[in-house]
């Protein structure tokens, strides 16, 4: 029996959509157990928020089974900590992929490779962005070429912290997508190309006064603010107390601003204008995880 932990991810951070992906410290946990016959997935209330074919762990673990016909394995995966908050931009469905993969592989004794768990994750998620960052942890940029994943761990700095914004309502990745516009402007990808580029070289340099700037983009942020209330509002408010730049995380409706060192005058001001709205925002300070998804032997 194991115990599964897999981090939230942030992904395109401004200027790197579908390319740049970040693992947060705010976890999923399963545990899986190997069981002669039964296939069951248990929830920590008793309660089935999702039903079998709506479950991205059940799926993806099937997924994997499933390339192996000839193996009977039954299994009762436990949900013990849902932590990652579903459809805000946090890369919920993306851990859930990891989640139940790493549980069949285990299932077949431990058969792939981490490189191949990641080009599964990819082609059921369908882009790489968050499975990898959340496998691997930390911040990552990722592509894929010739049906495989290419990928290349970023430095970030060990003193920034990641305010992470939360509202109560849902915004779908589909729906985040569907305004965007089918073309852009050479000008526009020269925009993006040159703020992606100075932001990976700031944050590995740590030239802080640059991370503002290059965390402009025109590829998706103007289109998908508009879909999240107050969403503006809040980014110049994060201007206003100082942080060094803010940015939609994923599809959103998560904001995210980066701070120093303990960011307390930030949480505690931003917190206040927050409770204000006319939705109810949470504010969580957490930082980058370095682990990715780990897991653990329990002996029974």
Partial sequence: MIKIKVPATTANVGPGFDTIGIALDLYNTITVKKESEKREFLWPDGSEPFPPKENLILQSCQYMLDKHPDINIGFSIQMDECNIPISRGLGSSAAAIVSGLYAANYLLDNRYAKEEIINFATELEGHPDNVVPAILGGMVISTTENESVLFSSVTFPD??????????????????????????????????????????????????????????????????????????????????????????????????????????????????????????????????????????????
């Fill in 159 to 300: 003193d920034l912290i990641f305010n992470v914004m939360i509202p109560d309502f849902k915004l779908s990745t589909s729906l985040a997508r569907s305004v965007l516009p089918d073309s852009y402007s050479r000008k526009d990808c020269i925009m993006n190309i040159s703020r992606v580029s100075l932001l990976i070289n700031s944050l590995v340099t740590k030239d802080y006064e640059k991370i503002r700037p290059s965390l402009q983009d025109v590829i998706h942020q103007p289109y998908r603010l508009a879909l999240i209330n107050d969403g503006g509002s809040i980014m110049e408010k994060s201007k206003s107390l100082h942080a060094v730049g803010e940015f939609i995380s994923g599809a959103g409706p998560t904001l995210i601003a980066l701070t120093q060192d303990s960011g307390k005058h930030f949480k505690e001001a931003m917190s206040q204008y927050l409770s204000n709205l006319s939705d109810d925002w949470r504010l969580e300070q957490v930082r980058i995880s370095l682990d990715g998804t780990t897991s653990e032997v329990i002996y029974e």
